[in-house]
Every structure is written in structure tokens, then in C-alpha cells.
């Protein structure tokens, strides 16, 4: 039986192979033939292994026993909202609603080790095993059939139609630039390449990591899904390695792979884009801007493998990865895509599931931060992959992949949408979204990402972090911390985290003391051990000719302290709305519930685009600060007044300590506009003008914090300025080029310093698709 | 009354005698003598002589019954105060008796007889038949009234406008949207005028194929009475057994032969209709005029609140020569779909085409009455090994369309060659005339057997709407999956039965029927949560770009939706109509508005 199956495969992967070699140039075709040699190779030694029965059998109990309907799930944030109306006092509601926190160990047995069978089992058994996921509720669709009928599409056809009426150009020649468009995407999803995806991912993630978890239970609750209507998997993005870990898992666990978007970037790298084009990535240019003829096909790609329901679709809604580990303000413009089928009936339900997936110790770490300072990201090749080959070596502790609750879109949709109001059209015809459509895909967009924070887990080094960043740079640097003092913190905050519904891993056979000495280990490129103290590194020497000035000192440090911040951030979306109350009761001095509202809306309004809220629940957000502040006992609640005990001293300047860089990183950009900044930049000019200045400030004593050095904050204060219409886009101009509105800006500033108090801000609705 | 005895073409037959109980059920569909029942074998027979199927075994009728509902014939829930009628449960009539007495006068004859009122108190929506079945009567007519003519009518029309009292006209008593429903607020006496003694053909007009008819005249009656004369309507509603002219334009009712024949709308030349502010009629019977708004659409759709319908002139055909029934198979309700619109934009549609999904399908295998000879069952088996296994047809996703042909031989050949060409493009395969026939038949039963499911704890009912051909996929998949999943969500313990077809065809669009049934053990209340699925079925129509009604009405179930329906300036239109026509709600059946 199973040479069998070897062989089988063996002939499916050696046509696709000649099939794509027919298709490359001349230097890959010669690495295609080695690659097929060594394939043939490996089968054929694989013939010899002894074989591996059935890979899955240890999961098997674990799979019948979650099996529940994914319906009745519904997950806290969306049971929270339902129940808001019903309940008077924000404490019942808050513990109603939200699950008891639990701290996840790794040795739970919800949590299943993927690499656990690796380890012991043959790969060539796992990546040549019987692959029989349960049937998607549509036939299978090949990757040209789908490219004909959106060829064949009407919306295409009127586009392209409207095209060549603006053009002047002829209809057929608009519908090849369609056809090569769409030939540049397309995915070509093949078994033979998940296999040899799934192969070399063991290899590799054997090596990167001890072990990568996975909740079973929301894997069984996918595999209800996949049933029954199209699946959408939305995982964040924090590393290249998560790229194709959910298609590794959905192959490990028997279910459908899905077809991923991707940026065009991928696509170049030699060999490996065509790899990954035949793993179901399928590729977008990452400036579309106004090319209308491009946004249809990409449209019409999108929603035609929704309605054709053949795979899962995934797609990062964050629209990229996250430099700073910090989820992303979501995008909209694709979840607009999927989500326009059902709106438009064309689909029954479509399921969305928030994946979250978690690191230990992110590979690029180092990376990440110096594109944050401005050094460019390496383009993506084939050539520097292959370089990067020597992180192989490090170890990066383990991933952890959640599978959220899958989200019905149409119970959430309902009251949201009006859907009668695409009968008076044809549903080819576009037709600019309206507001509630786009109200409701931001709404959901947020909501997802939210999900995604909730599903993420938190390591012990997240929140030495956290500890870390409460002390000043100079001393972490110079004299370091006392490392009795930091694992005392840490354990404090753990409590803390947990009281605020954390997800920890933090094994409990292990000990705290351990548990901490490992996590430092792990991270000894940025923190090092030394006499009981804690010190961090400065980052290594650029390769520079000119001599190192204060200034490349400054972005030394910087790179550094930005690697720490990123970790702290992993932790950040649990303490946020608690560390916002904490930082409206010190800079009001209010007790009054109103005001303290008003202020914690109005940071809300500021860090829009630095943290994640859900649209439309800023007084819910308020009141589970308050239940979370009241159940870590450091604030009591009653009808009127918030008041703080002594004993809560602790935990509000832990919390506000953690805000406390950004209030200072937001202030300094404020002051940047209103002192030296021109009335009129491009966000090309900004971002070095802003950093040059902060530089300054540094160096100068006045400031202390180095992440106002971050180009992604510097980008989210812009956003929010534009947000508050304190920066207008010049509508005129090519460039991207922002006009400042000084007065404005000004007054935000002394709002958020506590001069004033903040006024009914005007805040549009950020809903562009 | 005037009318002249030379003129009379016919007399209906003896049925509708004023005591229509006799024949027909007070609790259930049709005629007392036909329902189908389980014998002590289980197999599942029909009674009677009056169908096709009476007297018949349907053999595979109970393991249908069982596997699609989970079902058993264990668990009977017979209704429990059949088959007598027990009237000290109705209310005594409240009558206005000034009214009572200037009626007898006039000798029009007058009930006041806890039955009639009963039997005229209701419709056959689910809830209604469920609540007789139960013994329970709401608010039910406090009289009844069966006018002999048109002048009878317009006396009873004066008296009631005279003393306040309020008219509800009862044609066939098929409603299935609430509208025969007394409004349980309504004060005043309520009066049901019958108009079934209204029943003959007045002339017919062999020059201008048309025929002058009373209104309360039955769909069969009608037919039968001109097929005499080798004549027809070709209007064949579903309910054309029971349902009444006067219904049918008071509806705008809609006949399975319509690609042939029209709907009622373009079969009406002349309608007469009694108000409270006099008759309204035109004065000429031109084929088409220009003179402003049609006011036969007041008219047609008005479901009682106008006024009394009691003459109509009709287009009448000649009886088709020959007549023939087919079926085709697709390999899925996709394929079927598209083939019927193809022959729609090909503008060759038979008299009738209707495309069943699978489940029914399979429900209308399961009422295959037991095959006599071993010959047919092994050409049966044949068949069904061709279809599946030779062709490779999915038995669980393929569908089959009925078609109905008519006309001179010649033209019926050739017409069904064209359309069988079409279906072959869409990969169906001609599965025989007997399919086809039997589809139709079919229509006619399946009324009963919803009586049969209420026997053993399942509830069902079809609703209908019209939508553009591009949606009826979506509508489809989407409106069956939201029954399922709103049973479910209803704690409804048994998956329900889920399934549509497509019965008529049109330029722009088609008329969907949706048949939805469930097993309702387990549940406290079960009509309440069979509303609330309805409701968010029809919901989920509208927001698929479905009608709210193709010709079923408004009445009283789908009032609220009208305003959304029509707009605010359209239902101001309508209500201004009613205010200027029946300023005092003397049509006080609050259907529509």
C-alpha cells in the first residue's frame, strides 16, 4: 500500500516539475533538475524506510473528544457585545462576558506539539501520507478553470469595457492585460508541491524550533467549518516563517489547504516564488493605486474563490507583517473583497477565523528594528533565503498557532447590513460601497484582529519586557538592573496579566526562577546575565567606514531598546485600556466616571492607529478597564467616581509606565509639527525630519524614550492626526504631501499633556476601502 | 334576479351546495373522503376514488417519511376533536339584528350555524389548520351569507353599509396568507358572504373567445363547464379544485399553463365589482386601453378590501388538441436552472416547465405508487442504472424538470424537440413522459399529505416568490439554508425538510416554491417557532431580491413587509384608494394595508 502511494506521488510530482521547468529560465532550470534529483532520490529511498502508520492516530482522541458544533462558539467579544443591552452593572457584565482567564501550559492537553511526531516519526512518511481532508462543499476547482471563469466574469467584462472606453484602447487588448494580470497572481495550488512544502518545513522548523503548539480544539472546530460554508483563515503576521505554517498544519491535520495572498515581492524570488505559487500563494502588487483594471481582477480573483468555496482562503488582515509585534490597524480593502460575496447573497455565510500565532523569540528580531530606524528591509531572493540558512543554528524557543472561534459574518452581519439594497442592480455593476457596508468591514476587519490579540499567547520574556522598559535606558545600559528585582516584577506582572484574562505560557512544572534563566538564555542577543544584573547589549557594529558618532550611538541603543519594546508589545493589548484609565486618572486628577470617559475616548482617538479598538465600543473598552482595574484591586467603582486606593498605587504606575513612551513618543512628533516642521511634507520627508529631531531631544536629556525613533509610531501619529483632521492630504499633489494644521495639532497636544480638556474632537469614521 | 334562461350556459354540478362541509373537510385540505393514512402493514394508501393515486399503496412513502424527518409511526398526534365540529367551543354570534332582519326580507338565504361560520373562519396556513385541529377558534364570522347574483350582492352591500357592518368575502377558502382570518379587534358583526352559489357561466362570446362568469365559480366547475363547449381557460392555479374566480382576480392568481394561457391579469376583460360607494365596471370591452391607470388593478390584488368581485369576462381558448407530458434530468439543480433560462430567453417555454431540486426529487420518487407488473419495476431499475451509472449522475444532487406540452400534435412534436435540444446542452437527459405526469399530479396531493404529517408530529407549508433570473441560484441555496439553520437555532431537534423548485418562467425572472417541513417533537410550541422560521425565510427572500409575494398575496401574514415593498408613497396610494372607496371599513378584513 504505501510504495503505492509513493509511487503515485512520485509521478505527479516529476509532471509538475517538468511541467514548470518547460516555464523557467535556463540557470533555474539546471537547479530544477537537481532539486528533481534529489526528490527522486529521496523517494526512492523512501521506499526502503519503514513505513509509518497512520501519522495522525495520537490526535485521534483528542479530535472526537472537541468535536462540537462551531455555531454555538461564540467567541467573548461578539458574546459581549450581544449581552451588553441586558446588563446594568459593568462588573456582572464584564465577568459574564469574559471567559475566566486561563493560563495555558504547554503540557495542557489541549495544546498539541506538531513537531512532537517529527521528532519521532520518518518526515518522508509524513510528507508522502494519505492526504484525505473532508470534502469543502464545493468540487475542486483547477487553478485555470478558475482563472477562466474570472475571465469569463461580467464584472470583469464591464470593467475592462469602461477600461477601454477611458483608454481608447480595443476590448481584447484591455482583456489580455487582464489575462497576464491574472497569470502574474494565480495561485497553482498542487498536492505534489504541499508535499515537498511540508518536507522541507519539518526540516526546517525541526531545526528553528523545540516545538510548535497548536489548540486542538480549535482545529476541530475548523474541520466543522470547512464543511459547511466558504473559510476564510486570517492569522496575524509577525515572521516570514508563518507564511505557510497554517497550509503545514491544515496538510499535518487533514484539512484543506487554503490558497493565500501574498505580496508580489515573493513572487520574484527564483525557484522559491514558483514554490510557493504552487503551495496556493497566490500574488499582489503592493501599489495598486488607481489601476482599475488591476483592482477588478484582483476583486473578482478574490471573490470567485469565496464563492467557488474549493479552498479556505487566507489572508493577512493586517495587510502586512507587523514590525513592532503590535497588531496592525487592519486593512480594508480585501476584507471588503471576501466579504462583498455574502453581502451580496452570493454565498450563504461566510466563516471567518482569527488565527493567532505567537513567538518565543521572533527570527528577525534584529531586522525589524532597524527598519524601524529607517534602514531599508532586504529585498526578498531567493539568493538572501539561502543566507539566511545560518539562523538554522539559533534557537528560537516555540511557536504557538491558536485557532480561533470561526465567526459566523452572517450573525454578525445582522442589523449591520442592509442587503436589499443590492437588488435594485445588477451584482456586476460596481458599485461604490455605502456606509454601513463600510462601517460593518472595518467593524469586523477590528474585530478579527481583536480576536486574533485575545488568541495570542504570552511568554515569560514578553513580560520581563515590560518590566525592563519601566526602568530608564540609561541604567538597563550602564549599571544594569538587578535580576532579583526584575524576576520579582515579572512574577508581580504575571498575576496582573492573568487578573487582565491573559493567555500565559508559562509551564507551571517548571520554576519560575527557570523559567525566567531560560527565557533571558533564549534572548541573549539583546539582554545578557551578568553578577545579578541584568544588562542589555548595544546592537552590532553597522559596517560603516565613517566613525561612529553620538548620533550612531543613539541608534545603537535605539535598535535595542526597540527589539525589547517589540517583545513588550506581544503583551501590550492586554494591559492597553487598564494602562489608558491608569493614564486618564493621573493626568485629569478626575474621579468622575464622565470625565475620565471623555479622556480615555479621546486617547482612544489619538492611538487609533496604535492600538486596536474595535469601532463603535469605546465605552464597553472603558468599562472593562474599569472591571479589570477593580479586580487587581487598584481602583474602586461606584455609580459616580473612580477612586484609588494606596494600595493600588502599584499597579496604576505599572500601568501607566507602559503607556507612559507613547504619550512621550506622540508629544514629541506633536511638537515637531508645531515648532520646527514645514507647513507642507511628504511622508517621505517626515519620517528622517521627525528622527533627526527626536536624535536631539535624546541627546540632549530631553527626552527619554527611544522608541519616538520608531518610523511605525512616527507613521501611526500621522494617521491619527489625519484622523482628528489636524493633517489634511493635499489633494492636488502626486507625492503623498500633507498639509498641518498647527492650531489643531496644538491643541491635541495640550489635551493629551492634561492643559485641557478634550473637546468633542472631530474624528471621521476611518473606513476607506 | 335578471338574468335570462336562454343565456345559462351551465349550472355548476352538486358540490357546492351551501353546506360545503359535507364534502370537505373542516380541519384539513379537500374532500372528506380523500387522505392518505398508514395501513397496519405501515404502508402509506390514499382513500377515495377522486385522484389518480386513490386507492393506491405507496410503498416508499414511509421510509421517506421516517429517514427525512425522523419521523415514526409510533408517535401519532391525531387531531383531536376530528372529524365532528364541536360548537359549544365557538362564540355565539354577535349580530346586528336590524341588519339580520331588512337580510331576511330579501331572501337571501343566512346562516348563523356555529359550523358554517367555523368553515369560513380560516384559511389553510399551517397555523390555522393546526389550531382546528387542536379545537380551538379565534374571533370566527358571526353570519354567513350566500347571495344568488350579482344584485344579491349589492343589496347586501347596501344593508351592510346601512348598519355598520363588516363584509368579508369567502370565494374558495385556499387562502394560505392569513387573509380570511376575522380581526380578532373587529367590534362590529362580521358577515362572511359566500360567493358560492354565484357559480354559473352567464354566455359565452365563441366570436370574441370570451365568457361573461359569475365570480364564485370553482377552477374545476369552470373548466369542466367550458371543456362542454370545447372551450377553456387554461388557468390551472394549484388549487384550481377548490379555489374561485372572484379569488383569483381579488389575488392576482397565477395558473401553472400561464406561458400559454396568462396569468389572471391578462386572462380579465371586463371584472364587475361591488363597493360601498356602488359598482365598479367599465363600459366597453376593448382588448387594451389608454385611459389613465388600469382600474382593474385596483381591483386585482385588492383581497377583499374593495369590495365583492361578482362577474368577470375571460379570454377563453379552444381546447388544446393534444396534450403531452415529459420530464428531463439534470445532473444538478445548476445545470437545470440554466437550461431553463435559456428556454425562457429562447421565448419557447411549454405550457409549463418546473424544475424540482433533489430533495424533491426524491419525495416525488417516494410517491411512486406500487408498480403492478415486473416488467415496469425492471424498467425502473434500468433507468435509474443509466442515469446513475452509465451517465454518472449523482443521485443525491440531481434534479428533474416536468414539462407540460400542448396544442396541435404537429406543433407539440416539434416543440418538444426544441426544448429537449436545449436541455441536452445543459446535460439533461429526457427521463419520460410518466415523471412528468406524475410531478403534476402530485401538486394536486400534496395539499393531503400535509394533513398525513400533522398525524405524526410534522408540520410543513410552501410559500413562493419571483425573482430575477440571475439571483435564483442564490435565493435557492440561501433561503433552504436558512430554514436549516433557523430550526436548529430554534432548538428544533430533527433536521427539517428544505427544499424549492422552480414553477414558473418569465422574461426577466422565475417564481420559486419553497416546501419546509419539520418534525416538532420536543418542542412546547411548535406553530410558534414554525412562524418565526417562516419569518426569517421570507426575510431572507427579500434580502436575496426575492418578491414578497409571486401570487399568493399579502393578506395578513405578509403585511408588514408591504411598506418596504411598495414604498411609503405607494402605500399611500393604496390607502387613498380604500379611503375614497370604503370610507368605513365596511371591508374590514385588514388584509393588504
Known amino acids: 500500500m504505501q510504495i503505492r502511494h509513493y509511487v503515485i506521488n512520485y509521478a505527479h510530482i516529476s509532471v509538475n516539475i517538468s511541467f514548470a521547468s518547460s516555464r523557467l529560465s535556463g540557470a533555474c532550470r539546471v537547479l530544477w533538475v537537481l532539486w528533481v534529483l534529489k526528490v527522486l532520490c529521496l523517494v526512492l529511498s523512501a521506499v526502503h524506510e519503514p513505513s509509518v502508520p497512520e501519522v495522525t492516530v495520537g490526535h485521534g482522541a483528542a479530535r472526537s473528544r472537541c468535536r462540537r458544533s462551531f455555531r454555538n462558539v461564540q467567541p467573548r467579544l461578539v458574546a459581549s457585545e450581544r449581552k451588553r443591552g441586558e ?142 460554508n466558504p473559510v476564510v483563515l486570517m492569522p496575524n503576521h509577525r515572521s516570514y516563517v508563518d507564511f505557510l505554517i497554517i497550509s503545514y498544519i491544515l496538510f499535518a491535520f487533514d484539512l484543506p489547504v487554503p490558497v493565500i495572498a501574498a505580496g508580489i515581492p515573493l513572487a520574484g524570488m527564483k525557484i522559491v516564488g514558483e514554490i510557493l505559487r504552487r503551495s496556493g500563494a497566490f500574488f499582489i502588487r503592493r501599489s495598486i493605486g488607481s489601476d482599475k483594471l488591476y483592482w477588478a481582477v484582483l476583486s473578482e480573483y478574490v471573490r470567485t474563490i469565496i464563492r467557488k468555496e474549493f479552498a479556505p482562503f487566507e489572508f493577512y488582515v493586517e495587510g502586512l507583517r507587523s514590525r513592532t509585534l503590535k497588531s496592525l490597524t487592519p486593512k480594508l480593502g480585501m476584507m471588503h473583497m471576501v466579504l462583498e460575496p455574502f453581502f451580496k447573497g452570493e454565498v450563504f455565510d461566510i466563516t471567518l477565523v482569527p488565527i493567532s500565532v505567537s513567538y518565543d523569540r521572533v527570527l528577525e528580531e534584529s531586522l525589524l528594528a532597524h527598519e524601524l530606524l529607517g534602514v531599508p528591509k532586504p529585498r526578498e531572493s531567493t539568493a538572501g533565503l539561502l543566507k539566511a540558512t545560518r539562523i538554522l543554528q539559533e534557537d528560537f524557543g516555540s511557536m504557538f498557532v491558536n485557532f480561533g472561534c470561526p465567526l459566523s459574518v452572517r450573525s454578525l452581519c445582522e442589523g449591520r447590513i442592509d442587503r436589499c439594497r443590492f437588488n435594485l442592480r445588477p451584482r456586476h455593476v460596481p458599485q461604490q460601497p455605502s456606509a454601513d457596508v463600510q462601517a460593518c468591514v472595518s467593524w469586523l476587519a477590528h474585530l478579527v484582529v481583536r480576536l486574533q490579540e485575545e488568541g495570542s499567547v504570552i511568554g515569560p520574556w514578553s513580560l520581563m519586557c515590560c518590566q525592563l522598559l519601566q526602568n530608564p535606558v540609561h541604567v538597563l545600559t550602564g549599571d544594569g538592573l538587578d535580576w532579583q528585582q526584575l524576576s520579582d516584577g515579572t512574577v508581580w506582572s504575571r498575576r496582573l496579566a492573568v487578573d487582565c484574562g491573559a493567555r500565559l505560557s508559562w509551564s507551571g512544572s517548571v520554576s519560575d526562577p527557570d523559567v525566567m534563566t531560560s527565557a533571558a538564555a533564549l534572548h541573549r542577543s539583546v539582554v545578557q546575565r551578568r ?67 471623555g479622556f480615555f475616548c479621546f486617547l482612544q482617538d489619538v492611538f487609533s492607529h496604535e492600538f486596536i479598538f474595535v469601532p463603535g465600543r469605546s465605552t464597553q473598552d472603558f468599562e472593562e478597564a474599569c472591571f479589570y482595574l477593580k479586580k487587581c484591586g487598584a481602583v474602586n467603582i461606584d455609580d459616580q467616581e473612580v477612586t484609588v486606593p494606596d494600595s493600588g498605587l502599584e499597579v496604576l504606575s505599572f500601568l501607566q509606565k507602559l503607556l507612559q513612551p507613547f504619550i512621550d513618543s506622540y508629544q514629541v512628533v506633536f511638537r515637531f509639527f508645531c515648532e520646527d516642521g514645514p507647513q507642507v511634507f511628504s511622508e517621505k520627508q517626515l519620517l528622517p525630519a521627525v528622527r533627526q529631531f527626536a536624535t536631539k531631544l535624546i541627546l540632549s536629556g530631553e527626552l527619554h524614550t527611544y522608541e519616538a525613533l520608531s518610523s511605525d509610531t512616527q507613521k501611526n501619529v500621522l494617521s491619527a492626526l489625519r484622523r482628528l483632521q489636524a493633517v489634511t492630504k493635499l489633494r492636488a499633489s502626486e507625492q503623498n504631501e500633507y498639509k498641518v494644521n498647527r492650531e489643531a495639532v496644538r491643541r491635541t497636544a495640550d489635551v493629551l499633556a492634561g492643559k485641557i480638556p478634550p473637546q468633542m474632537l472631530q474624528a471621521t469614521p476611518d473606513a476607506r476601502l | 334576479c335578471g338574468r335570462q334562461p336562454g343565456s345559462i350556459v351551465g349550472v355548476s354540478n352538486h358540490i357546492w351546495q351551501i353546506k360545503r362541509q359535507e364534502i370537505m373537510k373542516w380541519n384539513g385540505w379537500g374532500y372528506s373522503d380523500s387522505r392518505f393514512f398508514f395501513n397496519k402493514k405501515g404502508q402509506a394508501e390514499f382513500t377515495g376514488r377522486r385522484y389518480r393515486l386513490s ?59 356555529a359550523e358554517d361560520r367555523v368553515f369560513r373562519a380560516h384559511g389553510h ?144 376583460v371586463h371584472v364587475k365589482m361591488v363597493t360601498p360607494q356602488g359598482v365598479i365596471e367599465k363600459s366597453c370591452q376593448g382588448p387594451r386601453m389608454s385611459t389613465g391607470p388600469d382600474v382593474h388593478h385596483f381591483i386585482m390584488g385588492s383581497e377583499g378590501t374593495l369590495g365583492v368581485v361578482t362577474e368577470v369576462t375571460m379570454k377563453i381558448r379552444p381546447m388544446p388538441e393534444y396534450q403531452k407530458y415529459g420530464s428531463v434530468v439534470f445532473p444538478n439543480f445548476e445545470q437545470g436552472v440554466a437550461c431553463l433560462r435559456e428556454v425562457a430567453r429562447q421565448r419557447c417555454a411549454p405550457a409549463s416547465i418546473r424544475l424540482m431540486d433533489n430533495e424533491q426529487f426524491k419525495f416525488g420518487h417516494a410517491l411512486k405508487p406500487q408498480v403492478s407488473s415486473i416488467f415496469t419495476s425492471f424498467l425502473d431499475g434500468l433507468k435509474k442504472f443509466y442515469i446513475t451509472k452509465f451517465k454518472g449522475f449523482d443521485p443525491n444532487r440531481l434534479c428533474v424538470a416536468t414539462l407540460l406540452f400542448e396544442g396541435d400534435r404537429e406543433k407539440v412534436l416539434q416543440h418538444e424537440k426544441q426544448v429537449y435540444d436545449i436541455a441536452a446542452k445543459f446535460g439533461g437527459l429526457a427521463a419520460g413522459e410518466d415523471n412528468g405526469q406524475r410531478g403534476y399530479m402530485l401538486t394536486f396531493v400534496i395539499a393531503y399529505l400535509r394533513d398525513l404529517g400533522m398525524d405524526y408530529y410534522v408540520i410543513g407549508e410552501s410559500f413562493e416568490t419571483s425573482v430575477p433570473w440571475d439571483r435564483v441560484l442564490d435565493i435557492c441555496r440561501n433561503v433552504k439554508a436558512r430554514i436549516i439553520r433557523e430550526c436548529k437555532d430554534k432548538g428544533v431537534q430533527f433536521s427539517p425538510l428544505s427544499t424549492c423548485r422552480v414553477t414558473q418562467t418569465y422574461d426577466a425572472g422565475a417564481c420559486v416554491y419553497f416546501y419546509f417541513a419539520f418534525n416538532y417533537r420536543g418542542l412546547s410550541d411548535p406553530v410558534h417557532v414554525y412562524e418565526q422560521v417562516e419569518h426569517a425565510a421570507r426575510e431572507e427572500i427579500l434580502a436575496n431580491g426575492g418578491s414578497l409575494s409571486h401570487h399568493h398575496g399579502v393578506g395578513k401574514l405578509r403585511k408588514e413587509w408591504m411598506r418596504d415593498t411598495i414604498s411609503k408613497v405607494g402605500m399611500g396610494m393604496l390607502k387613498s384608494v380604500k379611503d375614497y372607496v370604503d370610507p368605513n371599513n365596511i371591508f374590514g378584513n385588514r388584509n393588504l394595508l
Open chain 1, 531 to 597: 553578577r545579578g544584573r541584568v544588562y542589555l547589549l548595544q546592537g552590532e557594529e553597522p559596517e560603516r567606514r565613517r566613525p561612529i558618532g553620538s548620533e550612531d550611538g543613539v541608534m545603537r541603543t535605539a535598535a535595542a531598546v526597540l527589539m525589547l519594546a517589540s517583545y513588550r508589545n506581544q503583551a501590550l493589548h492586554v494591559f492597553v485600556r487598564p494602562a489608558m484609565l491608569a493614564a486618564a486618572l493621573n493626568v485629569t486628577r478626575s474621579r468622575r466616571r464622565e470625565q475620565l470617559l
Open chain 1, 87 to 228: 446588563r446594568k452593572t459593568p462588573a456582572g457584565e464584564m465577568s459574564g462576558s469574559f471567559r475566566d482567564p486561563v493560563v495555558l501550559r504547554s503540557d495542557d492537553e489541549d495544546l498539541v506539539d506538531v513537531l512532537e511526531e517529527r521528532r519521532h516519526g520518518s518526515d518522508l512518511g509524513f510528507t508522502f501520507r494519505t492526504f484525505s481532508p473532508p470534502s469543502c462543499p464545493a468540487p475542486s476547482v483547477s487553478s485555470s478553470d478558475l482563472r477562466q471563469s474570472v475571465l469569463d466574469s461580467l464584472f470583469l467584462r464591464h470593467v475592462a469595457k469602461e477600461v477601454a472606453v477611458e483608454t481608447g484602447s480595443p476590448l481584447e487588448m484591455v482583456m489580455g492585460d487582464a489575462r497576464s494580470i491574472l497569470e502574474e497572481m494565480s495561485q497553482n495550488l498542487q498536492l505534489g508541491f504541499i508535499r515537498l512544502m511540508a518536507f522541507t518545513l519539518t526540516k526546517v522548523f525541526k531545526k528553528l524550533f523545540r516545538s510548535i503548539f497548536i489548540n486542538m480544539d480549535g482545529l476541530n472546530t475548523l474541520q466543522q467549518a470547512v464543511q459547511e
Open chain 2, 125 to 268: 396556513c399551517l397555523h390555522e389548520i393546526f389550531a382546528l385541529r387542536e379545537g380551538k377558534f379565534g374571533r370566527v364570522p358571526d353570519m354567513v351569507v350566500w347571495p344568488n347574483c350579482h344584485n344579491d350582492v349589492v343589496k347586501i352591500v347596501e344593508l351592510a353599509c346601512k348598519h355598520n357592518v363588516c363584509l368579508i368575502p369567502y370565494g374558495g377558502g385556499t387562502s394560505v396568507s392569513s387573509a380570511l382570518e376575522c380581526p380578532p379587534e373587529e367590534t362590529r358583526s362580521i358577515v362572511s358572504l359566500d360567493t358560492s352559489q354565484m357559480n354559473r357561466i352567464l354566455w359565452i362570446d365563441e366570436k370574441n373567445l370570451t365568457a361573461h362568469v359569475e365570480a364564485g365559480i370553482v377552477g374545476q366547475d369552470l373548466e369542466r363547464l367550458l371543456n362542454e363547449s370545447g372551450y377553456c381557460t387554461g388557468h390551472e392555479p394549484d388549487s384550481m379544485e377548490f379555489s374561485s374566480l372572484g379569488g383569483w382576480v381579488a389575488t392576482r392568481a397565477s395558473g401553472m399553463k400561464k406561458n400559454v394561457y396568462g396569468n389572471i391579469e391578462d386572462l380579465v
Open chain 2, 55 to 113: 386507492g393506491l399503496i405507496i410503498p416508499g412513502l414511509k421510509d421517506w417519511f421516517e429517514s427525512t424527518f425522523g419521523a415514526s409511526l409510533q408517535h401519532k398526534t391525531p387531531a383531536t376533536v376530528s372529524p365532528i365540529l364541536n360548537s359549544s367551543a365557538v362564540q355565539p354570534p354577535t349580530l346586528n339584528e336590524a341588519f339580520v332582519e331588512e337580510l331576511k326580507s330579501t331572501g337571501i338565504p343566512l346562516s348563523h350555524d
